[in-house]
């Protein structure tokens, strides 16, 4: 090599491999002391922000390696194609019950510990005993059925875990996810604790009525069409959105916690409430992440035709077991709460929800 030749390649640059080391692009806090990676909501990060914010990788967030790992077809560790939405910001989303994992526990041990006591000291007064007959039925077979339909809602919203893109939506769909399997674990604890004080009380009753009886076939079909979704948007939106105020709230506020006090039963609204304040929560996070899709300044159109779509094909199926419940209403003994009032306040409910979303209403539950 001539000394021409050395010289011209001594001048040309070297390629520097890019480094993969957190940190390597720019972010909100660079040039800052305090080091945040994330841009806070508010005008301070929260804890639940500290600790929930970036904690699973985005490579189009500071780093500049893609995913170290894929799968044998290239699909990458996670994937925005997981769900039909869309978003120009998967990161803006923040949950409002702002949940982590210690306050979740703190918050399911203090529900588990009410409940529990709840049960106990009734137990302690006989007041199981004090239950109207035909109440102890409707308690055996249909809330014992209707457990079913909380743990396959907790089952499907599992999903997210695996399928959901960032942490913040992660945990508010899990979360969602805990507090179903937790109540169907509630529901399952009370009915056998009330059974040892009930003569011929049957614990497996439930489980038959779920799979057999024709009142609760409309319910199945619902749950296992949320659990069938190969979306796990899809199935947050269809159990929040639709399920609940159709059916989960029908059944829990429109009769058990109605009829209870007239069968000498004040336990079960105890009981059940847990379950009425977990959705309060979970529909809280729920409208903000779907608003946020919603109004995207690149997606939202896109969106809402999507979610119009979910509203349409998960509410024909709630409705329809919805009215399948009815004869319930006329079961008790002692008649406090119609079947007719409690499907307009489910229907007026689901009205309210669709329109903070910006969503069409179908015709069958506008009437």
């Not at 993969?20 to 990676?37: C, I």
């Not at 302690?124 to 209707?146: E, M």
């Not at 004080?197 to 199945?220: M, Y």
Request: net charge neutral.
């Amino acid at each position: 090599m001539s000394a021409q030749t050395s010289r011209a390649a001594a001048a040309r640059p070297i390629a520097i491999a890019k480094s993969g080391a957190a940190g390597a692009a720019v972010f909100p806090g660079s040039g800052s002391r305090k080091y945040n990676y994330f841009e806070p909501k508010g005008r301070k990060a929260t804890h639940y922000e500290d600790m929930t914010v970036d904690v699973q990788p985005d490579p189009e967030r500071y780093l500049l390696q893609d995913w170290i790992i894929s799968f044998p077809d290239g699909t990458p560790t996670y994937s925005k194609d997981w769900t039909a939405a869309k978003s120009s910001n998967w990161h803006k989303f923040r949950a409002v019950d702002q949940e982590w994992e210690r306050t979740h526990y703190q918050r399911q041990s203090t529900i588990c510990g009410m409940v529990q006591n709840t049960i106990e000291n009734g137990r302690k007064s006989g007041a199981p005993t004090r239950f109207d007959p035909a109440w102890v039925k409707i308690l055996q077979n249909h809330l014992g059925a209707y457990k079913h339909a909380e743990f396959g809602l907790g089952t499907s919203t599992m999903q997210a875990q695996r399928y959901g893109y960032t942490q913040m939506v992660n945990n508010a769909i899990l979360t969602n996810s805990s507090y179903k399997l937790r109540f169907a674990q509630d529901i399952t604890l009370y009915l056998s604790e009330i059974g040892l004080d009930l003569p011929g009380f049957d614990n497996a009753a439930g489980k038959k009525h779920w799979l057999e009886d024709p009142i609760w076939q409309g319910v199945r079909k619902s749950v296992e069409s949320v659990m069938g979704s190969n979306d796990y948007l899809e199935q947050y939106f269809a159990t929040n959105v639709v399920f609940e105020p159709l059916i989960g709230e029908l059944f829990r506020s429109g009769f058990l916690m109605q009829a209870a006090s007239a069968q000498n039963d004040f336990i079960t609204p105890a009981v059940v409430s847990a379950a009425e304040a977990d959705y309060e929560r979970n529909l809280a996070n729920t409208v903000e992440l779907f608003h946020i899709l919603g109004t995207d300044p690149t997606y939202g159109a896109q969106n809402l035709a999507l979610f119009n779509k979910w509203l349409a094909k998960h509410a024909d199926l709630a409705l329809d077991a919805a009215n399948h419940l009815q004869p319930i209403w006329s079961q008790p003994r002692v008649k406090v709460a119609a079947f007719a009032d409690a499907l307009a306040h489910a229907k007026n409910r689901i009205k309210g929800i669709a329109a903070e979303l910006g969503l069409t209403v179908p015709a069958n539950l506008a009437s």
